[in-house]
């Protein structure tokens, strides 16, 4: 019987020839990570193992994204536990403020993530890296701490469901953000509990690297373990584009014909449309079309989810000759300084400011309600975030809608939820 | 091992932003955080839980963010046990590797009420509801986990595992 991508990843990694879901194997881990808010609590427990050292060097990354640059005192002291363990264990993969980015933005970019690995992070959304092939999911900081000592994990392999997106988008500001939202408020935030998500088919085929990171990000917000695709020539043309080369051989796995599937799902882009996710569940997703006489005080347009350069790009032709409303706020958040320094020298901070916006150093900031854009009680944000969890930006009363980059810049414009094709030729 | 005590009844869905806020995530003191534990589901909830109080979750108890501040918040703050009719994947693993006791249980869930009392019966597997005079079965423990659990938790394992090596 053939096996998923997924099945075939855990069985390369755990020294088995086959393995079938329900299965618990112990897997070789090619890259841990973590950031200044769970890598603290990794390092304490490092410690309290008895470890004195890393398993590699070079395959434990940390990253202050999250409180980073340094919010306040408390959050400068957790970064400088971070910084002092990664210079005491000589880590080579650690990116200090300025030459950092939002993680499961900056990690492709450095080509740390490769096709055919296994990844985990103490970040949910470590599940991003399945856009490139590799199995990557999400842990907590005890299983960081273990896996930064031993290089190993324990898995219990997961079902796999697949999602097959058959035909083209409805118009050309559909994205990654509007599949995966469209597919979680069909199964709900539940839906994949425990279980790969597979994402194939033809839109799967035309979209972007930018559409498919940001497609991967979010399925752990349909409690999935990961999400995962084939790599093909449009990730290997983003890896070659990067600076710097793979400093590792890495395998492109495709699941097999025959391979077995909890279930699959098909979907058609014709009925795919913009979608907006209304408080306080990323499942509370409705079409653009019927999010209606929704005010807005803020639009927040970058995170791990959608702080790519073609998110900004969306954005920015969106934006250019606008003006943002009076009486909202826009904040755009480039996620890496490559993103950053592409989008200011093709012209992007420029519009971005002219139209009234602030554009931030890279930092996952509002997006968990951290910092650089808090908001205060009844106020609304359109953010391309991830997650309208209760308070989650902000004030246990504010809200938040996710929505891709096209809606939340043609939201800025107007300061009400704003179906992008009303305000550009779609 | 067998615990018991006041139950606090929660909602499907409360995931790790409402367990503990991400404003308090500046610190991993436990007492720091268990002062704020479940704050955006019951802004009172720290005040008046008690040493031993179980929290009863809907489904998918733990969602969203990995946080392992989450689980710690509610040990720190004296619960001594979770129940709910299924986690969220990784408050889930958080749970066993760091020793928060958690059970599946959806009837046990389902039919509590606030302030009712519940008796765990973890090794046994089996959650009583004392007010209503209920008996449930919870789900078991997966071998490999329950082996996790009685190495004392993934620390210790890894303690161990380590300790091995030439």
């Known amino acids: 019987m053939g096996m998923t991508i997924t099945e075939k990843i855990l069985a390369a990694h755990s020294g088995h020839e086959t393995v079938v879901p329900g299965q618990i194997v112990d897997s070789d881990v090619d890259i841990a990570l973590g950031n200044d808010i769970t890598a603290p609590i990794a390092i304490s427990r490092f410690a309290e193992a008895g470890a004195d050292k890393v398993f590699d060097t070079k395959k434990v990354v940390l990253v202050p994204d999250h409180f980073a640059p340094n919010k306040d005192i408390a959050s400068a002291n957790q970064a400088k536990v971070m910084r002092n363990f990664a210079k005491n264990q000589k880590i080579e993969n650690y990116f200090e403020v300025g ?27 470590t599940c991003t890296y399945g856009a490139l092939g590799a199995f990557s999911t999400g842990v907590g900081s005890t299983d960081l701490a273990a896996t930064m000592i031993t290089g190993k994990i324990w898995f219990r392999v997961p079902e796999s469901m697949k999602f097959i997106f058959r035909g083209v988008k409805k118009n050309r500001f559909i994205s990654g953000k509007d599949l995966i939202l469209y597919v979680i408020g069909k199964i709900g935030v539940s839906g994949a509990l425990y279980r790969a998500m597979e994402f ?21 917000e349909a409690g999935a373990k990961n999400g995962i695709m084939k790599p093909d020539w449009k990730t290997e043309e983003f890896m070659n584009s990067q600076e710097i080369s793979p400093g590792r051989d890495f395998t492109q796995y495709e699941s097999d014909e025959d391979a077995l599937y909890h279930s699959v799902y098909e979907f058609d882009g014709d009925d795919i449309d913009l979608q907006v996710a209304y408080p306080h569940l990323p499942s509370n997703t409705r079409p653009v079309s019927e999010a209606t006489d929704v005010t807005i005080d803020q639009v927040v347009i970058g995170s791990c989810t959608n702080g790519r350069f073609h998110d900004l790009k969306v954005a920015e032709e969106i934006l250019r000759g606008n003006k943002v409303a009076p009486g909202v706020r826009m904040i755009v958040i480039p996620a890496t300084q490559k993103i950053y320094m592409r989008a200011m020298k093709e012209g992007l901070i420029e519009t971005f400011i002219d139209a009234g916006a602030v554009v931030s150093t890279p930092t996952c900031g509002p997006c968990l309600g951290g910092h650089m854009g808090i908001l205060a009680a009844g106020e609304r944000c359109v953010a391309t975030t991830n997650r309208n969890f209760i308070g989650r930006m902000g004030d246990p009363k504010s809200e938040v809608y996710l929505a891709g980059p096209a809606v939340a810049a043609a939201s800025a414009i107007t300061g009400v939820i704003t179906d992008p094709t009303q305000v550009v030729t779609a | 091992m067998k615990l018991s005590g006041k139950t606090w009844k929660f909602g499907a869905d409360v995931d790790t932003d409402q367990i503990i806020p991400a404003r308090y995530l500046n610190t991993i003191d436990p007492a720091a955080l268990a002062a704020h534990v479940m704050e955006d589901a019951d802004p009172t909830f720290a005040g008046k839980v008690g040493e031993g109080d179980i929290i009863v979750g809907g489904d998918n108890f733990g969602c969203g963010s990995s946080r392992e501040h989450a689980p710690i918040a509610i040990k720190a703050a004296g619960v001594s046990c ?14 066993f590797n760091m020793g928060l006791p958690i059970v599946e249980c959806k009837s046990a869930a389902d039919d509590a009420n606030t302030g009712d009392v519940f008796e765990v019966d973890l090794a046994e597997g089996f959650v009583i509801n004392k007010t209503q005079g209920k008996t449930y079965e919870s789900a078991q423990v997966p071998p490999f986990m329950q082996n996790l659990l009685d190495a004392g938790g993934l620390i210790a394992y890894t303690r161990e595992r380590i300790s091995k090596q030439p």
Not at chain 1, 99 to 124: Q, W, Y
Not at chain 1, 200 to 220: C, E, K, Y
């Open chain 1, 99 to 125: 030459r950092m980015g939002i993680e499961h933005a900056l990690l492709p970019e450095r080509n740390l993530t490769l096709p055919g690995d296994v990844i985990i992070g103490a970040d949910s959304h």
């Open chain 1, 200 to 220: 194939t088919g033809p839109m799967i085929d035309d979209a972007s690297m930018d559409d498919r990171f940001a497609l991967a990000n979010m399925a752990v």
């Open chain 2, 82 to 95: 979770v129940v709910a009719p299924f986690f969220a994947r990784i408050f889930y693993r958080n749970a």
